[in-house]
């Protein structure tokens, strides 16, 4: 696609909840990165592919976050059993091999209540 | 990954130059400088990039040092629309699948 597409784009959840938020990256696209961003701060990273294959999850926050990118194109983040401090914006991006930078995508605005 | 410091705001006027500059003492052999604009409610927008010596593109000029221990990133003649937070980083070259550190970045707010 034209650009990185992320879906929901507002996600409102009761706490104990599974999500699961996508990410369509930018077509051909090899690396997808995932990253939580609180407001008034800058983005804090979770976790990266190259293809399919999952790089670092070192930023993943515990064992109820996970990520995979099955087909080296879309990719999913899951969240079990949510919780309050989860509340975030969850931001997607993809970068080519050309060094010109990450294109990030609109984000999902995940609320848990 | 190497820790950058910036200032965590400034203020301009419309049609002045604006330098911000970040520090990053601890910047590996390999590692680039990367700037990103983030306009509130959307994702961080990459700017501009370098390694050495002074980047230029449409946007922005990027002045790096010979000891690359702190860069400037150079917006010629800002303008209202120029208002938003931008962040320093370095490290691998974007594309390689390396992952980048955000810090709090600036916030710069321009003023008529």
């Known amino acids: 696609g034209a650009g990185v597409s992320q879906s929901p784009r507002y996600k409102v959840t009761k706490r104990g909840q599974d999500v699961a938020l996508r990410c369509d990256p930018i077509?051909?696209?090899?690396?997808l990165y995932w990253y939580r961003q609180a407001l008034g701060q800058g983005p804090e990273f979770l976790t990266y592919?190259?293809?399919?294959?999952?790089?670092?999850k070192s930023g993943l926050p515990n064992d109820r976050f996970s990520a995979e990118r099955p087909e080296g194109s879309i990719s999913t983040l899951t969240i079990q059993r949510t919780e309050q401090r989860d509340s975030a914006m969850y931001r997607c991006?993809?970068?080519?091999?050309?060094?010109?930078?990450?294109?990030f995508g609109s984000g999902t605005r995940l609320t848990v209540v | 990954l190497a820790k950058t410091t910036q200032p965590i705001s400034m203020d301009s006027y419309e049609g002045q130059e604006v330098n911000i500059t970040c520090s990053h003492n601890?910047?590996?052999?390999?590692?680039?400088i990367t700037w990103y604009q983030q306009f509130p409610s959307q994702g961080p927008r990459f700017i501009i990039q370098?390694?050495?010596t002074k980047v230029t593109n449409e946007v922005a000029s990027l002045f790096i040092p010979a000891d690359r221990k702190s860069s400037t990133l150079s917006l010629p003649r800002v303008s209202l629309s120029d208002t938003a937070v931008y962040y320093c980083?370095?490290?691998?070259?974007?594309?390689?699948?390396?992952?980048?550190?955000f810090g709090t970045g600036t916030q710069l707010k321009v003023e008529l």
């Open positions: 991006a993809s970068s080519s091999t050309g060094g010109d930078g990450y294109t």
């Open positions: 077509s051909g696209h090899v690396s």
């Open positions: 592919f190259n293809y399919e294959a999952q790089q670092d």
């Open positions: 601890n910047i590996a052999t390999n590692d680039y």
């Open positions: 370098g390694y050495k």
């Open positions: 980083l370095v490290g691998g070259l974007t594309g390689g699948g390396n992952k980048l550190t």
